[in-house]
């Protein structure tokens, strides 16, 4: 069968690199060995061809139907239920992918989606123990960076608030077809003990949004959106008032939504 065509309004860069597939595959070994494992975007399979040689169910959800197609018609040839998806991840119920139980996520991501799939992995964290795979680079140094550094940003705070988030390593842009225009890394990310974050998680979201799109001024200036000026008071007396987003831990964000919280309810009395 002839080989897939990469679709640009898919995203699709097909990973061409044996080893740097088999590598990818490997991380879903740790820290659970025996879970099943869902890919995201398998495309022809060249990662899932080692997925499926591991001792553990296995499931791939592709969004291309000739994707689909050509694995049914190779890799999956012999199989009387092909354990394909055919639809989009980010529209589907985890849930019912392995009847409820929990499941390692992995897969070359899309990048133009690769924060929306991230996003919907912290709403099934209960779900997903586990979360390895390629993304660009400078996504993955985002993800992975700390506070008071230039990446440390949104999807930092986001994620890290659920999970560890571990950089694996970097990917040549060759290894890829067609070659995209940025060099690409591996992450792992492994769900950390909290359970609940000590505040409004949905506020928690909006305030960290808030501040860091408006990343270079003080919280008391990036704030003035989402609160009253006798509101935002509260904020301007506090020790977070000269602070920018970039200076505060997860813990302190925590503090500060909560702040804001109380800056609300004060709006209301």
């Not at 061809?49 to 000739?66: G, S």
């Amino acid at each position: 069968m002839k080989q897939v065509r990469p679709k640009k309004n898919l995203g699709q860069h097909f990973l061409v690199d044996l080893n740097i597939a088999k590598r990818i595959a490997d991380t879903v070994d740790e820290p659970y060995q025996e879970l099943p494992v869902l890919e995201v975007g398998p495309g022809m399979g060249v990662m899932t061809q080692y997925l499926v040689k591991k001792p553990r169910p296995l499931k791939v959800v592709e969004i291309d139907r000739e994707s689909v197609a050509y694995l049914k018609a190779t890799l999956f040839l012999d199989a009387p239920e092909p354990p394909i998806i055919e639809g989009d991840f980010l529209r589907m119920d985890l849930t019912k992918v392995f009847d409820g139980q929990q499941f390692v996520l992995t897969g070359n991501y899309p990048y133009d989606i690769s924060s929306q799939i991230f996003f919907k992995m912290i709403d099934n964290r209960d779900l997903i123990p586990c979360c390895t795979g390629m993304i660009q680079h400078e996504v993955a140094l985002r993800m992975a960076s700390k506070p008071g550094t230039k990446a440390y940003g949104i999807l930092s705070v986001l994620i890290q608030a659920w999970y560890d988030v571990e950089y694996l390593f970097m990917v040549d842009e060759t290894v890829f077809n067609p070659p995209p225009k940025v060099k690409s890394a591996v992450i792992r990310m492994v769900r950390n003990e909290v359970q609940h974050l000590g505040c409004d998680e949905d506020l928690f979201k909006r305030v960290v949004k808030t501040a860091f799109n408006q990343r270079r001024k003080m919280l008391r200036v990036s704030l003035k959106q989402m609160l009253s000026d006798e509101a935002l008071q509260m904020i301007a007396d506090s020790p977070f008032a000269t602070l920018r987003p970039e200076q505060l831990s997860i813990e302190r964000f925590v503090e500060l939504t909560n702040l804001v919280e109380k800056a609300l309810c004060s709006d209301t009395k």
